[in-house]
């Protein structure tokens, strides 16, 4: 079945020290997208990628960067995670722009010790 | 800015009932969907159902409805003869006509008893 996986399900770090999480999709979808989910929070939109052109969200902090390599891949790097990185963090994926769906995988659980 | 608001943190319904979940959204814009998508326990989430602003219809999806309410800026969900596998997250969400990022509100809890 064609669908959006995310590596690992759920990851610890320490604080200060960088982690990167991995989605990958087999939709083919020319659009990835990462979303921050904080516990009883809205997901919020970090950035995405249509193709190779990468749109960061204004308020996105530095610390999160991400790459994607080829279509089927992106990465999400915090660079020095702190204490309040702590959340669930959604990869999704569209067809194309604008998105008239979404198609989100599973999520990776991150806890910062 | 918008905003979206779920003022239910909490639902519950019994199986075969029907339950409706609130949804309000604020937006100075007049083109524009709104969707409710779904996340059950440990899986990922899925579109439910979409709205068009332009559309004046209800969509509608097998069980699931929605009453669009745009001069009111509301966007609620009726499930009809709900069923165990109901059971999740539902978040209601907006986006604007010419951007990819969806809004989402904060979710409703949705537990369903037999």
């Known amino acids: 079945d064609a669908m959006v996986i995310q590596n690992p399900r759920y990851q610890v770090t320490q604080f200060g020290k960088p982690v990167t999480l991995s989605c990958s999709q087999t939709?083919?979808?020319?659009?990835m997208y990462w979303y921050q989910q904080k516990s009883s929070q809205a997901p919020k939109l970090l950035f995405h990628?249509?193709?190779?052109?990468?749109?960061n969200e204004a308020d996105t902090p530095d610390n999160f960067q991400s790459r994607r390599p080829n279509t089927s891949f992106c990465f999400l790097d915090i660079r020095s995670p702190g204490l309040g990185d702590a959340a669930m963090y959604l990869c999704?994926?569209?067809?194309?722009?604008?998105?008239?769906?979404?198609?989100f995988g599973p999520g990776t659980r991150l806890t910062v010790l | 800015a918008q905003t979206v608001t779920q003022s239910q943190p909490e639902m519950s319904v019994q199986e075969a009932e029907t339950v409706t979940l609130s949804c309000t959204y604020d937006?100075?814009?007049?083109?524009?969907?709104l969707f409710w998508y779904k996340q059950p326990p440990s899986r990922q989430m899925i579109l439910v159902i979409r709205?068009?602003?332009?559309?004046?219809q209800n969509a509608t999806e097998n069980r699931f409805s929605v009453n669009f309410q745009k001069a009111a800026k509301s966007f609620s969900l009726k499930i009809s003869d709900s069923q165990l596998g109901d059971a999740a997250m539902y978040f209601c969400?907006?986006?604007?006509?010419?951007?990819?990022?969806?809004?989402f509100g904060t979710g409703t809890r949705l537990q369903v008893f037999p």
């Open positions: 937006t100075s814009e007049s083109d524009y969907y």
């Open positions: 709205q068009e602003a332009y559309k004046q």
């Open positions: 939709l083919n979808h020319n659009v």
């Open positions: 990628y249509y193709d190779k052109d990468f749109n």
């Open positions: 969400a907006y986006r604007s006509s010419n951007t990819d990022k969806l809004i």
């Open positions: 999704a994926t569209s067809r194309d722009r604008p998105s008239n769906e979404q198609f």
